[in-house]
């Protein structure tokens, strides 16, 4: 089980035979601290190789970006190959075979023309609740005014403390 954030954009593939393969860098961290003794024990990022199939792959391909938290589960997969140069080069990787998604979904985005009629459609219903409120805001402030006008004004005390500030 491994919780960490994508380090970049999936790379999507498909086989010959139609199947859907992903891979994805995920960057897990340890926090630092310090231990009983003192010493301090620095912040620690480890990289891991993910590997997706079929259905899963898609569905990274479609909603897993570069930043978002995923939370998996997989088996631990070793191989080695030679490369360009001829040197056996050995990979440790994540088959996954359970993931969630653990970055909130953002809205989805909508067209140009969807976007001005609900820009015009906004705009006509903020207008009439700001006329409704000024129309409240000048009853209210009508009543205010006869409020003030019976009441008596007090004169001001320079040496009371306005403010509750403790020094």
Known sequence: MLIGNVGQ???VRYLSNGTCVASVRLAT????????????????SEWHSLIFWDKQAE???????????????????????????GMRRTVVEILVNNMEML?????????Q???NSQS??????????QNSQNNQGAQNS???????????V???NPNVATDDAPF
């Open 29 to 44: 961290t340890d926090r630092a601290y310090t231990t009983r003794d003192g010493v301090q024990i620095p912040e620690h």
């Open 120 to 129: 015009a459609q906004s705009y006509q219903n903020n207008q009439g609740a």
């Open 59 to 85: 569905t990274v391909e479609k909603y897993v970006h570069k930043g978002d938290k995923l939370f998996v589960e997989g088996k631990i997969q070793t191989r080695s190959y030679d490369d360009r140069q």
């Open 113 to 115: 023309g969807a976007q």
């Open 142 to 152: 009508q009543s205010a005014q006869r409020s003030a006008a019976a009441m008596p």
């Open 154 to 156: 007090q004169p001001s």
């Open 103 to 111: 970055t909130p979904k953002t809205t989805p985005q909508v067209t």
């Open 9 to 11: 954009e999936p790379t």
